[in-house]
């Protein structure tokens, strides 16, 4: 809160180990069309496996030592997701997705997200996660839909999505 200067730039790193990952906040409850969603990226490293969370071990960690620097890690896997999920809205409305041909359109998505840096960006990481294993990981988006706001203070979930990308 304090005005600029040489005392706050020096000070203004330490503060902020401290301060952000605990105490930072998010405007987009106060945007114009608040989040109806949540999403995370999830990994696959071989067919017999199940999906997995990579930030939920982070998560962990962060609630049992909340000192431990991990909000931008799990901030960085959340903002490829959306990054995503954005992509595909944008892909699906330029490409005139009807319902009857959304399949197809899911198709032609799946196809082009491979070219983006948001995609590679999340296949890299599935890689770091798989290292030991032979096998290519596989990349999916992990959706929890709201249903629109229908009690006071009550979004129940309408369902779950997952959006395969490999």
């Known amino acids: ?3 600029s200067g040489p005392i706050k730039d020096i000070i203004r790193p330490l503060i902020s180990l401290y301060v952000e990952p605990i105490f930072e906040q998010r405007w987009h409850l106060f945007a114009p069309d608040p989040l109806t969603f949540s999403a995370r990226i999830i990994v696959k490293c071989n067919d ?5 969370d990579p ?13 431990v620097h991990l909000q931008k ?40 997200i491979k070219k983006e840096d948001a995609y590679s960006k999340a296949h890299s990481m599935a890689k770091f996660i798989c290292q030991p294993q032979k096998s290519a990981p596989k990349v999916a988006v992990y ?8 009690a006071k203070y009550k979004i129940p979930n309408s369902g779950i999505e997952i ?3 490999d």
């Open 73 to 112: 890690s799990i901030f960085l896997f959340n903002s490829i997701s959306a990054t995503i999920l954005d992509l595909r809205t944008t892909f699906l409305n330029e490409s005139n997705c009807s319902k009857a041909k959304i399949k197809t359109c899911e198709e032609n998505f799946k196809q082009w």
């Open 48 to 52: 017999e496996q199940e999906w997995i």
């Open 163 to 165: 959006l395969e990308l």
């Open 1 to 3: 809160m304090a005005p």
């Open 55 to 67: 930030t939920s071990a982070m998560l962990q960690q962060n609630e049992t030592f909340p000192f």
């Open 143 to 150: 959706i929890e839909h709201a249903k629109p706001f229908s």
